[in-house]
Each structure stands twice: as structure tokens, then as C-alpha cells.
């Protein structure tokens, strides 16, 4: 008679059942709110660069289109209102992008324990996201504290008149204020390099799967990035060299 | 040829490893990779030292089992190739190699180069099945797939599990793996009527194991000795989307 189940040791109790954590709060679902957060912030970042184009159009345009976001909706609204719904939309979701972010990058750093003693160079489809992206997120936080400070509060803005965007433009990327330009630039490689990978990796994220739209989304990103790029670079660089003024 | 490698050494999951030297003086570049490691392993057991434990099986680039990170790369540089089919022509005489075991929490090392992959069966478990009718055969063209569809499976069937892709994903994340298992029964008919539950069930296992997350920076489909491309995550993604939706 074989022994062989009789001296099987008995199964390991099950281990404490993991805390429930819904679908949404899986790998996959925390990527998913990251994409769509982030998709909703490219618009916006668009529209702002296309907005401050408004600086070529001399001092009494651009104020009276920053003056015009603060009226957007009025009479019918209160002063203001559409501005602050679209900055609570704005900051929910900052918000969301940055905690996805960070509790994956937490879940992803544990997932390698220890380090390889010899790493090759990566030699993936979107190889300088490794680099790039975790970095540049830190430049780009780093960065909108300063910008808000700087052309929206005006802390540390010389022109503290809010109703003149256009003096307060032209003042911060002045020559001898040379610093805030050259971080304006550094931040804006960041948001580039963030944006070519950060396109086309949200909508492989949302929509999925076919190798052709991949490859379309990807030259999709890199035109983002660089028209976002260009469009914002343009006006600091035109302040420094005197073409606004 | 002459060679001259670093191993990792660990004697069991708990000891504290580290890299070892050694030198072999006359290896035939006919040689396969793992008979290199083979040779050593006799002069090492002559010696009356431990050999080098790593695993190995088919020795054909079918099964799997073979799983060293070889200069920083899953299987070694040579594209779309298993450790075991690797030959060091692939080498010069004089070379320096490190090998290494798949990093990954959810793969912890056994002894010197094996880990434990097990985690990769609990994903299996969670989903990586159909239920079939018992009987005869069905016969088979009874259930007519498009051929895109069936080629697209096919591919992602080609997935032989080995790990490569947590190996080279710089989050240590399964998704390659998952996302080939939801493509490759997902594409099919017999594959639907589990479709949602696999993947919500696959992806909270994979989480589970302490498997990354996917930043989409392609390592995994660089790494991946029978190419399977980053579409198949792609697919992963949607289907997990649907599934959680209509799940809430």
C-alpha cells in the first residue's frame, strides 16, 4: 500500500485574506485614472499655450483676454465663476495624476527589491521614458509652484497690478531676471519629453491594443510635444531678445 | 575560447548573495550557453565545490524553464532567442559576462540562478483557462474564428512563460505575460464566456504577487524571446477597462 498520501503534511493554512481593494485601485485601474487625468491636462495645456500667443498681440489684447477669463460666463454668472471651476477642475485633477502616479511608482520600486548588478542601456519603444519621466515630473511640480507664485499670485512677480498680465510677462523674462527664463526652458524640455512618452502611453492605456494606431499615436505625441514646446518657448525668448516689449 | 564570468551566488532564499568569479579557459564556441555553464558546473563538482544551480529543460526554446539575465539582459543580447538557444560564437574570446537571476519581488531567488516563478501560476489559476465541454472533439472547423483574430491568438499563444518580461521591465511588471494569456484566449470564441472574470481575476493576482505596474517603455517586448509586442497590453488594458466598468 503506498504511504504517499498518508504522509502528505497536511495543506499550509491560507494566508490572512488581503484587504479588498476594488478593481480601481489594481495596477491597471490606478494607470487608467493617471491617463485620463493626464489627457484632460494636455487640453488644458494647450489652450494655455495658445492663449499666451495673445502677447504678440501687444498689452491691450492680452489683458483683455486675461481680463476676459475672469468674465467668462458673465452676466449670466457671478465674477469669476467659470475661472474658479475650471482651476477646481484643474487641481482635482493635479491631484489625481500625481497620487496614481506616486502610489504606482511606490508599488513599482517594491516590485524590484534588488538591483541588477549589470544593466544594459534600455532598448524599448519609448526607451527614454525611463529616464525622463519620473525626473521631469519632479521639474514640472518644482515648476507650477514657481509659475503660480510668479504670474498668477505675483509673490514674486515685480508688476503686482493682477489686471496687467502683459507687464507682469514681459518684467519676469526680462534679460537681467535670466535665471527664470532658463528654468521656464528647463521645465518646458521636462513637460516635452513627459508629453512624447505621456501621449501616446495614455491612449495604449484608455483604448488599447492595434500595433498601426500605436505607431500613429506615437508621431501624435511627438508633435504635441513639440508644438507645445515651441508655443510656449516662444514668448520668454521673444522678451529676452526684445521682441516684445 | 577564454572567458571570464561573474555568478551570483546564494546558497538558499534566505542566505545573502553575491557575485562570484570564475574562469574558464577552454570553451568551444559551438558550445550553447547553458553547456558552457555545464562545463563549469563538472570542474566545479570535481573541485568538490557547490555547482552553479540555474534551471533548464527543453533545451529547444519551448519550455521556459531557462531564465538568466546575462550582461544586464534577459537571455542574453541576441533578439527573440532563450538562453539555452544562445551559442558563444555570440561571444569573443576574452569576454567578461555577468550573469544574474530575474529581479523581481514576486520571483524570489531559490538557489544561485533559479527563482521561483510560481507566481506567474497563481496568475494562471486566476484566469488563464476555458471551460470545455467534455467529449469527443469538436470537429474543427465547427466554430469558425476570423483569421486575423486567429493569428493574433496565435501569436500571443507563443508565450512560453519564462519571465523575461518582469526580468527587463524596469517595474518588475507581469503585464506582458498577463496581457499575451487575455489576448491569446480572449481573441478566440471559446475563450468569452470567461473573458471579464479572467481579467479582473489575472490582473488582482498579478497585484497580488507584488508584480509592477506598466509605464509602456517597451523593455518587456525587447526582452521577449518569442516577440510578443506591446499590443498584447494594449488588449490587457481595454479588456481590464471594460470588465471593471461594467464590474462597478
Redesign the interface.
Known amino acids: 500500500m503506498s504511504t504517499d498520501l498518508q504522509s502528505r503534511t497536511a495543506a499550509r493554512p491560507a494566508k490572512r485574506a488581503?484587504k479588498p481593494?476594488?478593481?480601481?485601485r489594481?495596477?491597471?485601474?490606478?494607470?487608467?485614472a493617471m491617463a485620463v487625468s493626464g489627457v484632460l491636462l494636455v487640453l488644458f495645456i494647450i489652450v494655455h499655450m495658445a492663449g499666451n500667443l495673445h502677447v504678440f498681440e501687444g498689452r491691450e489684447e492680452m489683458n483683455a483676454y486675461a481680463h476676459g477669463l475672469r468674465t467668462l460666463g458673465e452676466p449670466l454668472l457671478p465674477h469669476e465663476t467659470v475661472l474658479w471651476v475650471l482651476r477646481v477642475g484643474l487641481i482635482v485633477l493635479a491631484a489625481v495624476h500625481i497620487w496614481s502616479a506616486v502610489v504606482?511608482t511606490r508599488?513599482?520600486?517594491?516590485?524590484?527589491?534588488?538591483?541588477?548588478?549589470?544593466?544594459?542601456p534600455?532598448?524599448?519603444?519609448?526607451?527614454h521614458?525611463?529616464a525622463t519621466?519620473r525626473w521631469g515630473a519632479a521639474v514640472l511640480v518644482l515648476f507650477v509652484a514657481w509659475h503660480l507664485l510668479d504670474l498668477t499670485f505675483r509673490t514674486v512677480n515685480p508688476v503686482k497690478d493682477v489686471p496687467d498680465a502683459y507687464g507682469a510677462v514681459v518684467a519676469t523674462f526680462s534679460p537681467e531676471r535670466w535665471p527664470v527664463t532658463v528654468f521656464y526652458l528647463l521645465a518646458l524640455v521636462a513637460l516635452g519629453f513627459h508629453l512624447r512618452?505621456g501621449v501616446?502611453?495614455a491612449v495604449?492605456?484608455?483604448?488599447?491594443?492595434?500595433?498601426k494606431w500605436?505607431k500613429r499615436t506615437q508621431a501624435v505625441a511627438l508633435a504635441v510635444a513639440l508644438v507645445v514646446v515651441v508655443g510656449f518657448a516662444i514668448v520668454p525668448l521673444s522678451v529676452t531678445f526684445g521682441l516684445v516689449k | 575560447m577564454k572567458l571570464k564570468l561573474r555568478i551570483w551566488r546564494q546558497s538558499s532564499a534566505d542566505a545573502k548573495g553575491r557575485m562570484v568569479s570564475y574562469e574558464l579557459d577552454d570553451v568551444s564556441e559551438d558550445a550553447s550557453f547553458l553547456e558552457m555553464l555545464d562545463v563549469l558546473n563538472e570542474r566545479l563538482i570535481a573541485e568538490g565545490d557547490d555547482p552553479v544551480a540555474f534551471d533548464h529543460d527543453c533545451r529547444e526554446g519551448i519550455c521556459g524553464a531557462c531564465s538568466l539575465v546575462i550582461d544586464g539582459q534577459p537571455h542574453g543580447p541576441q533578439a527573440a532567442t532563450t538562453t539555452c538557444q544562445l551559442h558563444m560564437r555570440k561571444f569573443k574570446d576574452g569576454d567578461s559576462i555577468d550573469i544574474e537571476p530575474w529581479r523581481a519581488g514576486a520571483f524570489p531567488v531559490i538557489k544561485d540562478l533559479v527563482v521561483d516563478r510560481s507566481a506567474f501560476d497563481r496568475i494562471i489559476q486566476a484566469g488563464g483557462y476555458i471551460s470545455a465541454p467534455t467529449g469527443t472533439a469538436p470537429d474543427a472547423h465547427a466554430v469558425p474564428i476570423p483569421k486575423q483574430d486567429a493569428d493574433a491568438a496565435f501569436s500571443a499563444a507563443a508565450c512560453i512563460g519564462c519571465g523575461a518580461c518582469v526580468a527587463a521591465c524596469p517595474n518588475g511588471s507581469g503585464m506582458l505575460f498577463m496581457g499575451a494569456k487575455v489576448a491569446h484566449l480572449g481573441l478566440t470564441p471559446q475563450g468569452q464566456p470567461e473573458r471579464a472574470t479572467r481579467v479582473l481575476g489575472m490582473v488582482a493576482a498579478h497585484d497580488e504577487a507584488g508584480f509592477g505596474g506598466c509605464t509602456n517603455t517597451g523593455e518587456c517586448a525587447a526582452a521577449c524571446p518569442k516577440e510578443i509586442g506591446l499590443d498584447v497590453i494594449g488588449r490587457l488594458n481595454a479588456d481590464f477597462r471594460k470588465a471593471a466598468i461594467r464590474a462597478a
Open positions: 488581503p481593494t476594488g478593481p480601481w489594481s495596477n491597471i485601474g490606478l494607470k487608467i504606482l508599488r513599482s520600486l517594491a516590485a524590484r527589491p534588488v538591483r541588477y548588478h549589470s544593466r544594459k534600455a532598448k524599448g519603444e519609448s526607451r521614458a525611463v519621466m512618452h501616446w502611453s495604449q492605456t484608455i483604448a488599447g491594443p492595434d500595433t500605436r
